[in-house]
């Protein structure tokens, strides 16, 4: 089992950044895929983020490409979200999610791990 904890999540306004951090616990995430989804109110959960073993390759939606940067740092067992440029249509509750394998995928039905999200509130 992996346990995903989310922090880093705010208000922040139009145009600002904000780093989001998924810490995981219960086994080493050297050997997981990891990513991160979002869901919107009144939205269905989508894709945001994902990145390989060990570093890459990275994934990105098309709403997000060019301002956000998913990394890890398998030492201390932690993924991070790097948001910039950010505008309301970001306003949503950020999921870090897990998968065991080499395989990405942009289907939440395909990750084996979810965090409890944090919330990111942009205003404009």
């Known amino acids: 089992q992996v346990q995903l904890v989310e922090s880093g999540g705010g208000l922040v306004q139009a145009g600002g950044s904000l780093r989001l951090s998924c810490s995981a616990s219960?086994?080493?995430?050297?050997?997981?895929?990891m990513g991160w989804f979002r869901q919107a109110p009144g939205k269905e959960r989508e894709f945001v983020a994902a990145?390989?073993?060990?570093?890459?390759?990275?994934y990105y939606a098309d709403s997000v490409k060019g301002r956000f940067t998913v990394s890890r740092d398998n030492a201390k067992n932690t993924v991070y979200l790097q948001m910039s440029s950010l505008n309301p249509e970001d306003t949503a509750v950020y999921y870090c999610?897990?998968?065991?394998?080499?395989?990405?995928?942009?289907?939440?039905?395909?990750?084996?791990?979810w965090g409890q999200g944090t919330q990111v509130t942009v205003s404009s």
């Open positions: 999610v897990a998968r065991a394998g080499l395989a990405i995928s942009r289907d939440s039905g395909a990750w084996d791990y």
């Open positions: 219960g086994r080493p995430i050297s050997s997981y895929g």
């Open positions: 990145i390989g073993w060990l570093g890459s390759p990275t």
